[in-house]
């Protein structure tokens, strides 16, 4: 799995209440805004956040989503990278999770990794069967 240092974050979020899930959100939202992201893009990373908490909070009970600011890309481009990861079930079939319409809740529409992927300008998961899952999204800022 992805090892992480919390130090090189600007935000660390523990996800273990469904409260979380609206928190991290608001977060990144603010974090996204700090950065003079478009609204349309702070909408989408905001969405992408809570649906990597959702899916914390849902299948692993509990786990972290780190936050910074980093430059992407030759032209160094600013950019937003997210990091979810959780010591949960893990996913078996990463294929099938990402391909979309895929759920092993009832109560879900199976959008998650497979919308936070169209949502986001880079996705990377690793996941182990009893070990967890890691998720790390990167979103550039558009020069306008």
Known sequence: MIEVNPQDYDIVLKIK????????????????????????????????????????????????????????????????????CDKGPGIENVELAVSGGYTTSERSLGLGLAGIRRLMDSFHIESKVGKGTAVIVEKRRRVF
């Open 17 to 84: 209440d469904e409260s979380d899930i609206a928190v991290s959100r608001q977060m990144a939202k603010n974090f996204a805004q700090k950065m003079d992201f478009s609204l349309a893009d702070v909408t989408k990373i905001a969405t992408a956040v809570s649906e990597l908490a959702r899916n914390i909070y849902r299948y692993a009970k509990e786990g972290y989503i780190f936050i910074r600011k980093k430059e992407a890309g030759p032209e160094k481009a600013i950019a937003i990278e997210i990091l979810a």
